[in-house]
């Protein structure tokens, strides 16, 4: 008998951000593999998104929330939880945000937002899947979402290379803790992707564009269906003795 290691029929998922870009494939992905999936979005846009994959036969609901309001937060992380009758499989940390200044320049407020949404807020919803994983003695799968920045320092991004910098040691230091429960933290870290994030550098009259694309062994930027495979890959029984770990997604950009 034929083994699918990756197949995620019946399993209950959340997806932070996934109403548009990386994050909405990662979800379309996971529902393709067969889970169900709750989208966390600040977007209102949200409940048309969910609705749009209901109506194309997958299992997916939308919750609005703002993760930058540790109130709303956790209200929206129970929503969800709830809209998947009460269980939780998977967490994917998807949402982001992003603001460019020159760093001496760089806005504190803009500071404080960046690090808000992509640290505080990711951490938070780790506890709190980690304490549903625990609720519910079961393992669970957390994919947080770095960057090349956890790596590299960027330019006129310093927020924004913090906290992926910050998610990428989250994440390890969560493995540490809750390996041996039987939960699973990892990250994916996206190169270069053509999405709305990097309209400025994807603009070809952009230096920086032709720069990025020569680094690229694959030629080419990434896609949101780029982080299908890897996505359902973590989320799945065939990553259960991976942990910890930092993926990158780059079309090779890191190691040329």
Known sequence: MTRNFT???GKKAIVTGGAQGL??????????????????????????????FAERGFGCFGVVADLGNRDRLEAGFARAVEKLGGRLDIMVNGAGVQRRHKSEEFPYEDWEFVLNINLNAVFRLC??????????????????IASMLSFFGGYTVPAYAASKGGVAQLTKALCNEWAGKGINVNALAPGYMD??????????????????????PAGVWGTAEDMKGPCVFLASEASDYLNGAIIPVDGGYLVK
């Open 7 to 9: 197949d995620l029929t």
């Open 127 to 144: 506890q709190l899947a980690g304490r549903q994983f625990m609720d519910q003695q079961s393992k669970g799968k957390i994919i947080n």
């Open 23 to 52: 994050c909405r494939g990662m979800a379309e992905g996971l529902m393709e593999a067969g889970a169900q999936v709750c989208i966390i979005d600040v977007n209102p846009a949200v409940t048309q998104v969910a609705e749009a």
């Open 195 to 216: 999405t709305e994030m990097n309209k400025a550098l994807t603009d070809p009259e952009n230096p920086r564009f032709k720069e990025i694309t020569d680094r690229i």
